[in-house]
Nanobody, 120 residues
Framework: HVQLVESGGGSVQAGGSLRLSCVASGYRYASYCMAWFRQVPGREREGVVS???????TYADSVKGRFTISKDNAANTLYLQMNRLKPEDTAMYYC???????????????WGQGTQVTVS
């Protein structure tokens, strides 16, 4: 079955960096679009960035120029490099995937358990 496992979250001071990882298993990795979302308690889940099956990435305006998504197809791993972090980036970050070319929807079929990022 499809499984997504995130890691790399933690606490960091404003201006610092973190790199999140999402290891995927149970499906043909290259055939699925993938995305990172984040959620703060009491608020709707927010799309951060997505990457299509052909490598096209789409960023939320709030993270453009600071966050970078990348994929290692050989390792079935998705990354999110987060630089110049701000307190407003504090959230639970989720990895998601679906058998689509573009992950341009929040209604994706597969989700990880999340990893907490706290910026102070």
């Amino acid at each position: 079955h499809v499984q997504l496992v995130e890691s790399g979250g933690g606490s960091v001071q404003a201006g610092g960096s973190l790199r999140l990882s999402c290891v995927a298993s149970g499906y043909r990795y290259a055939s699925y679009c993938m995305a990172w979302f984040r959620q703060v308690p009491g608020r709707e889940r927010e799309g951060v960035v997505s990457i299509s099956t052909d490598g096209i990435s789409t960023y939320a305006d709030s993270v453009k120029g600071r966050f970078t998504i990348s994929k290692d197809n050989a390792a079935n791993t998705l990354y999110l490099q987060m630089n110049r972090l701000k307190p407003e980036d504090t959230a639970m970050y989720y990895c998601a995937a679906d058998f689509l070319q573009y992950c341009n929807t929040a209604h994706l079929g597969y989700w990880g358990q999340g990893t907490q990022v706290t910026v102070s």
